[in-house]
């Protein structure tokens, strides 16, 4: 059986019909709580169900294709100072199996690195900032159920800074 001739991609015009881009809306929700980020995780087995136990951590879960990659934020007091050194989260990822992996970002690296900034971040509302994550430093999320978060370096800034939160979504 022969494969038919290639068709190009379709933006509506040749095709007779709309394209619509395939993209998700998501929140953001805390899945490190108060406390999560100003203490780092002890990751003597480099398992999450061993090393990552605290009650401040929450598993994002998903139920099918909600998204390919997972954007991360910290959600801080606005009377926090900046950061005078920024949180380092890893990720990992646990497929139906079972089986746990660290994840990568979508610039290749195995971490992302948050810093806080009073001055430049924008608020999320009337008492708190948003600090993101850049986009190079969203967590792929290769195909996996559950993701657990951890501290790789602790969040270190001034007064708030134990308010502070890891924010995380989905974001393609």
């Known amino acids: ?89 890893i990720a990992f990822g646990k497929d139906a199996n079972g089986r746990w992996e660290q994840l990568i970002t979508a610039g290749g690296g195995t971490a992302a690195t948050i810093a806080t900034n009073p001055t430049t971040d924008p608020r999320s509302n009337a008492a708190t900032r948003i600090a993101k994550a850049p986009y190079a430093s969203s967590f792929l999320r290769g195909g996996c159920k559950t993701v657990r978060f951890a501290t790789l370096t602790a969040l270190d800034a001034g007064t708030g800074k134990l308010s502070a939160v890891l924010l995380a979504k989905p974001v393609a």
Not at 14 to 42: M, P
Not at 67 to 75: L, R
């Open 1 to 89: 059986m022969a494969i038919g001739n290639p068709l190009p991609a379709d933006s509506g015009g040749t095709q007779g019909g709309v394209t619509f881009s395939c993209g998700i809306t998501s929140n953001w929700n805390a899945y490190l709580g108060a406390t999560g980020l100003t203490t780092a995780d002890t990751l003597t087995n480099f398992d999450p169900d061993v090393d990552l136990t605290r009650s401040v951590t929450h598993d994002m879960t998903f139920n099918g294709n909600e998204g390919t990659m997972i954007q991360t934020a910290i959600e801080y007091p606005s009377t926090m100072t900046a950061s005078t050194t920024s949180a380092v989260i």
